[in-house]
């Protein structure tokens, strides 16, 4: 089992910048990729970008594609997650997952509790 806890949301105005970070605990060794995750109000949860631990591979969602990064440390099991220019489309809970086979999105199976990012126009 992976314990994460979330950080760094907020409110900021369309075009700033904010970065999320994501603490891993417990049997990290064992997962395969982490991943950001969001969902606004009356919405489905959506994917955002995905890392695998091994090789640092990334994937991201179009809609974020060239304005946000994700990276991981692994001597501090933490994730990162560099958001730029953002738009108030962009607000939403983020959340930090991990998957413990491959970086698909149907194999997240562990979550965190999710911080807000508000971007006002």
Do not use: H
């Not at 440390?73 to 959340?95: I, S």
């Amino acid at each position: 089992q992976v314990q994460l806890v979330e950080s760094g949301g907020g409110l900021v105005q369309a075009g700033g910048s904010l970065r999320l970070s994501c603490a891993a605990s417990g049997r990290t060794f064992s997962s395969y990729a982490m991943g950001w995750f969001r969902q606004a109000p009356g919405k489905e949860r959506e994917y955002v970008a995905a890392i695998t631990w091994i090789g640092g591979f990334t994937y991201y969602a179009d809609s974020v594609k060239g304005r946000f990064t994700i990276s991981r440390d692994n001597a501090k099991n933490t994730l990162y997650l560099q958001m730029n220019r953002l738009k108030p489309e962009d607000t939403a809970a983020y959340y930090c997952a991990a998957s413990s086979k491959t970086q698909r999105v149907e194999d997240f199976d562990s979550w965190g509790q999710g911080t807000q990012v508000t971007v006002s126009s």
